[in-house]
């Protein structure tokens, strides 16, 4: 009897373990999509400068003159004044920015910081919240800052 009792119940384990071990199918036509993990670059509008990139918080982001190509020169102090634009994945075009200007290059930490035309990204500390400009035309750690058109170009309108 206590063998049948053991059988029975190993029985109806399996078929519970069974039936919550399916996987659903995906509806015809459909297929996952992976969510989007990298940091979104989008287009604002500021009233003194006009159309502006903005990360996905609103954020301001600026490029440094004196960087060359993708490689970033801003590092220790620089970085902390001006952190880079960092993104854990591939960056996402929001509204009214072209994908394809937007990039990656790595840091010599081994971060990902995100480009735009070619230009390293970052954001300036004094800029507090979404739509500053605080950091536009300033002059540090040799070379000028400029916020980012949707061009990827240098707004050199202070």
């Known amino acids: 009897?206590?063998?049948?009792?053991?059988?029975?119940?190993?029985?109806?384990?399996?078929?519970?373990?069974?039936?919550?071990?399916?996987?659903?199918?995906?509806?015809?036509?459909?297929?996952?999509?992976?969510?989007?993990?990298?940091?979104?670059?989008?287009?604002?509008?500021?009233?003194?400068?006009?159309?502006?990139?903005?990360?996905?918080?609103?954020?301001?982001?600026?490029?440094?003159?004196?960087?060359?190509?993708?490689?970033?020169t801003c590092y220790t102090t620089c970085a902390n004044i001006w952190p880079p634009v960092l993104t854990d994945g591939a960056p996402q075009a929001g509204t009214g920015t072209n994908k394809s200007l937007l990039g990656t290059t790595t840091r010599t930490d081994g971060k990902v910081e995100v480009t735009c035309a070619g230009h390293p990204l970052y954001y300036f500390i004094k800029d507090k919240k979404p739509g500053d400009t605080t950091g536009q035309g300033i002059n540090g750690f040799g070379g000028l800052w400029w916020v980012v058109s949707p061009t990827g170009a240098a707004i050199t309108t202070k």
């Open 1 to 72: 009897m206590k063998s049948l009792q053991t059988f029975t119940c190993s029985l109806v384990a399996l078929a519970l373990l069974a039936a919550c071990g399916g996987t659903a199918s995906p509806s015809a036509g459909s297929s996952p999509t992976p969510a989007a993990t990298g940091t979104k670059i989008m287009v604002a509008n500021d009233a003194k400068l006009g159309q502006i990139l903005v990360d996905g918080k609103g954020m301001t982001v600026y490029l440094f003159v004196a960087d060359t190509g993708t490689t970033s």
